[in-house]
């Protein structure tokens, strides 16, 4: 997984050493400021994984809840508190844009009760952060994949050369979140929700998310995900996680041509993420595409030995017809 910003691309911690059963991929894009998306990245697959659904093998309930539980979590004197402390660990070198890897393996805290216990202190009444975070994450257990996704950083698999988007942009034009905006007591104008926001989803930005008299998924700005369920097959070739920065540059299925013309020839996969960056930078920081941070991950997928071996008798077939 990759990030670029301010010319500057740079590998964030990633635990590759993945099991045999799930592995666990996330995109946090951050939106007026960074808390957000490192409280996510840090804290956002643990839940998962402490949820009784992980434990009974429904992961699509258990990354659901995971979503809501980050607004819960970043509400009173504790949240305030670990927000604080991950505000001060950023520096100026810092993105927005917070990528994960993470697998299981070694985890103590599969079946752990959660733990994020309440604490008494003068912000006991702390309504949660203002800025926010989109969520893009995808969850691997054998040939089933599990995407979530609030916000419009956006999953893609490539199946047989073919991009499928595997999860939708939420932007406030989009009929579905228009209505549960205006319903909820909020206006788009120019776009953007009150005036401010461009995304229709998200976590935090608890200042969208204040009508008491409404469920977590009915307010102005929601963390309500849409889940995805796919059926791994022998066509799906890779998946790609990234932030709006890169699809604001090239469409679904210019980024999936993109990386099938260089991902055979590149020494790694991180050498296929570096092209495709170069590709969206823009030449100057005058503005238009290529300005914004850049995140993504590429996660290709084994091919089984039969397919391989299938494939390199029709190789040596065709240049024995060739010969001839």
Not at 162 to 169: C, F, G, K
Not at 250 to 265: A, G, P, W
Not at 276 to 302: E, H, W, Y
Request: aromatic share 8%.
């Amino acid at each position: 997984m990759y990030c670029l910003m301010s010319c500057i691309i740079f590998q964030h911690s990633a635990l590759l050493d993945l099991d045999n059963e799930t592995a666990f991929f996330g995109v946090f894009d951050g939106h007026g400021g960074r808390v957000v998306a490192k409280f996510c990245a840090k804290y956002l697959h643990s839940q998962v994984l402490k949820s009784e659904a992980y434990s009974s093998g429904d992961l699509g309930t258990a990354v659901h809840k995971a979503f809501f539980r980050m607004d819960e979590m970043m509400r009173g004197q504790r949240g305030w508190r670990e927000l604080s402390a991950l505000g001060d660990k950023m520096n100026k070198f810092s993105g927005m844009i917070e990528g994960l890897i993470w697998s299981p393996r070694g985890s103590d805290s599969k079946n752990a009760e959660d733990d994020w216990t309440l604490e008494e202190g003068p912000h006991s009444d702390f309504d949660g952060p203002t800025c926010g975070s989109t969520a893009c994450v995808a969850l691997v257990r054998n040939n089933q994949l599990v995407v979530a996704n609030a916000g419009d950083s956006r999953c893609v698999i490539s199946r047989a050369g073919q991009a499928y988007n595997l999860s939708r942009d939420h932007k406030p034009e989009l009929v579905a979140e228009r209505e549960r905006i205006l319903k909820a007591g909020g206006f788009i104008r120019m776009g953007r929700i009150n005036g401010s926001l461009n995304l229709a989803r998200a976590i935090g930005d608890m200042e969208f998310k204040q009508n008491k008299f409404l469920p977590p998924e009915k307010q102005i700005v929601t963390s309500n995900p849409d889940i995805n369920v796919v059926e791994l097959c022998n066509e799906d070739d890779f998946l790609v996680l990234a932030c709006d920065g890169i699809w604001d540059c090239m469409s679904s299925q210019q980024l999936v041509d993109f990386i099938h013309e260089h991902i055979n020839t590149e020494s790694s996969l991180s050498a296929v993420c570096e092209r495709v960056l170069d590709r969206c930078l823009a030449p100057s920081t005058m503005g238009g595409d290529g300005c914004d941070n850049m995140t993504m991950i590429l996660v290709q997928f084994k091919k089984p030995v039969s397919d391989k071996k299938k494939a390199d008798v029709g190789e040596q077939s065709a240049k024995g017809k060739e010969e001839s």
